[in-house]
């Protein structure tokens, strides 16, 4: 990734319909290493903790730019490398795809950075335990403290009902700021027949989310499944573990994954 | 694998009977290399996986001849290697068996290759998830857009209707035939009290929706644990993303699978 | 292990009382190499394949001698090699113990093996998804045909109804007897709140068996979850499979178990 | 770890309030070594029997002192090493931390140790398949003998009772002793919406226990679902199992797998 002149705004949203197609949006410059690092780690954190298969994908807002975001070009997760990661405007338009060919949902990161200035990175998964919960309507709760993040809930997108019938891609812009505003404020999305998206402040928050949300689910299913009275955490529980710093960051899980992950 | 002479046609209906027993019908030549290495990785993928065991089988049919097909000899999946890939013509016959033991359910695939022109690769398995879908009377639909191939239903075939008491095995012509019309002309068909079998264009297609049809099944089944009103994909949403390419093709997960399953 | 002279007969019934505490059993002579071979690989398999964890257990008919068996001293099963295996008479008396502690519950074997002559390995196994069908009355029965050596039924074993309040052990003859004569002629014998004993003609049988009734164990528990109409083999079909050489004698599935429980 | 003079008593009860945040207790002087390498083998054994993740931690009582015990400083389980060990006392302050942050909720040790003499090792766990049983009333029972240590019965500790709404830690000793007090004299006991903590007389009982209590929360799960009329083991069976001498102290398991965890 070579380096090129921070022009931030260059890719403003009133000159984006003349962008698209047209001229190749200009690079925020190189993201700095760490996050880079931290990038990769998460897709392969993502596929060894079953949260990822072949499919699915994370981003990083740009550590230079509200206005761009870093995610891998078009390839499993557990084959991400350093140099498989794009630079993207918010309209999913790459900066330096030189022929490589992006992930057709880019849009739904897109769109939640476009909407959610607080959001530093973003995962999106088909992780199997989750799927039920968006095609029940059984919501999904907290039943322990690791989730706390979903204390104050967790919608359903169905793209059916603004979008109709379609092959249940979020492929373009209006598809993930509908997606974004069934988010709303909250952590995490689950989308109808579909997947999941997490959202976090940092790389490590998204991935521990998202691995702690899936978690969260199959529990909450089994203690479903034994009783009809489950006790979950207190809204206001779940609030204080937040303030507390929720699961501490995930610093001391996140040494771990990226240790195994990276094999090293 | 030695070439022979392309001979077309050589083992054709009219002549099934005075062949079996009398002469090995004459070998369509070499299969292509790319076929032979995807169908070896086919195998061990799906052991990987955990769709096959000790037991089941993939076949191809072979790029020379649309009445030939290639599968291993006898054999448990994550053993197989080229060599150990056999020629068949459509009546089951080993082209070039030199005493090596054939599956003695090869005529699932003979049968439906026969039936279905547009196949050209099929997967046998007992996975676990699956079996209570052909047991319950319950039908298995697709809960997410992974699974759209199924979308227009799985037909379940019960050796028992049309054969009695059987030892449960696909093992000859008639009962390959049976199966095949059970088919008919959707992606799947699970045997009662048995497995399912998989069919696709090509072979990371049959692997992939193989996978995908074990892993919608247990999705199905914990989704319906939760709920008795559960929302299927539409089947006009599952005809979409069949036309918007079927997971493209699991290209991006094949090359995956692929690499992990053959160890480079 | 030292070759000695066969003695067929030495510890015959008739002076079992004057034998045990009063001077060790004469050996049988070295057990075959091959027998040897397989009983270490049962172990280990069975510990891989999940059924065994670090308890539980594995024996073979000693090929010299019908009434002498062999099986591991007191060790996890994934450590067992053959420096580790005890030949027993069917009193479970080790002949060449030197000092090493046998598994106490070796009378589930020896008393099996003075029962049963067709008998020539047992396992005695924890496995988890086997449990609940020895504490529920729910019989466990054939969902496939992998498990059609459970088509006539699997008894179950309830130490409390013969001993009353015990330590839960098969420990000594009389208990051993006891549950010989619940498990009949029959495969395998479900022991209440506490495990399962399989056995088999040979080691990849019994082995194999038990792979698969605990595979059954789960595919039963899933589908009875699904729907209150399971349909199971018929018995006819259990038999007719079983008649057409049962799994084929695990012969695939063996060598490839084998292969990865030996690591080569 | 250096050397230093045993002088039990320097943090007795009565000047704990003194002692905090003014100066640090004396140590007790080194731990055994083979407590240490069996403390640092627990830790990565419950990682690798899934029992932990990156959270959660194992304890040992100070062999040398009554008063003292020894658990990692802040670190996912599975890369603790005998460098990471620190020494506390029973209000909580470490030793020899230089600057190494402890678990925030060492609490639920120091207070176990101060209330139970008999207890010589502490595990607490997040484990998914116990969570359930937290939140549901439904009470964790023995299914079968290797979980007789929970025949009198498993306590549920919920923190909102004595403390109202908080961040679900037990981070302080107040809440270490409420802990503590529900536990009363039994071996494990449930957090609500949190996990467990289990005890033992040994490192390998405690840890031996958290690994059967979880293999236990799954089987009676299953056994539920199956039926409303389970037969758990009855009381006497299992104190019968306890007196037998406990699952024989878990040696059998404890060398299989301290050798698995220890890549040895």
New interface residues.
Partial sequence: MTRRTFLAGSAALGVRAVLVGQQSPVSAGSADAALIEDLVAGYRILAQQGVL???GHVSARHNRSANRFVMSR???P??VTAGDLLEFDLDGNAINANGRAPYSERFIHAEIYRARSDVGSIVHA?A??L???G????PLR?????A?FIGSGVPVFDI?KQFG?????VSDSAKGRALAQTLGDKSCVLM????VAVVGGTIPIAVGRSIYIE?NA??Q???????G??????P??AQ??M??GE?RG?E??????K??AMGK
């Avoid at 019938?165 to 891609?169: E, G, K, Q, V």
């Fill in positions: 298969d072949g499919f078009s390839l499993a557990e084959l088909h199997p335990s799927i039920p919960f095609v029940t309507g059984v907290p039943v322990y403290h690791m706390s059916r019938m379609t092959d249940m891609l109808r027949g579909h997947g978690m199959r529990i299913a089994q203690a479903m499944s034994m009783s009275n489950v006790t979950y955490l207190d206001r529980e204080k573990v303030e507390a699961n995930y001391r899980a996140w040494e771990l994954w240790s195994k």
